[in-house]
C-alpha cells in the first residue's frame, strides 16, 4: 500500500513560482507511476503532468509545458513539481497520484489511479 502526502502549496503572484512536494510511504513506491492532476472549484479534476516509474517518460497537459517540471527522487520517494511562471488560471487544489499498473497512454487519466494525496492549495494573484 502507497500513501501520498502533498506539500509546498501557498498564495503567489503571477509570474511566481513554487516547488509542490509527493512524499509517498511504502517499500515499492520506486514502481509507481505518478501523476499530477488539479481541481479548481466548479470544474473538473484536470490532468497536469505525469512521470513513469523509472522517471525516464513524462507527459505534460499542453498549457503547463515549459513552465512545469516533474521529476522524482527514487531515494527519498518523492515526486516533485515544479511551477514556473505561474498564471491566475493554474489556481487549484494540486494532488499527486501514484499507480503500479497506468500505462504511458493513460497518464492523463485520473480514474486510472489508486492511490491520491489529500491536495496542496495553489493560488496565484493577478
Known amino acids: 500500500q502507497v500513501q501520498l502526502v502533498e506539500s509546498g502549496g501557498g498564495l503567489v503572484q503571477a509570474g511566481g513560482s513554487l516547488r509542490l512536494s509527493c512524499a509517498a510511504s511504502?517499500?515499492?513506491?520506486?514502481?509507481?507511476?505518478v501523476g499530477w492532476f488539479r481541481q479548481a472549484p466548479g470544474k473538473e479534476r484536470e490532468f497536469v503532468a505525469a512521470i513513469s516509474w523509472s522517471g525516464g517518460r513524462t507527459n505534460y497537459k499542453d498549457s503547463v509545458k515549459g513552465r512545469f517540471t516533474i521529476s522524482r527522487d527514487t531515494a527519498k520517494n518523492t515526486v516533485i513539481l515544479q511551477m514556473n511562471s505561474l498564471k491566475p488560471e493554474d489556481t487549484a487544489v494540486y494532488y499527486c497520484?501514484?499507480?503500479?499498473?497506468?500505462?504511458?497512454?493513460?497518464?492523463?487519466?485520473?480514474?486510472?489511479?489508486?492511490?491520491w494525496g489529500q491536495g496542496t492549495q495553489v493560488t496565484v494573484s493577478s
Open positions: 497520484a501514484a499507480d503500479a499498473g497506468v500505462r504511458l497512454s493513460d497518464y492523463d487519466q485520473y480514474r486510472k489511479y489508486d492511490h
Open positions: 511504502g517499500r515499492t513506491f520506486s514502481r509507481y507511476s
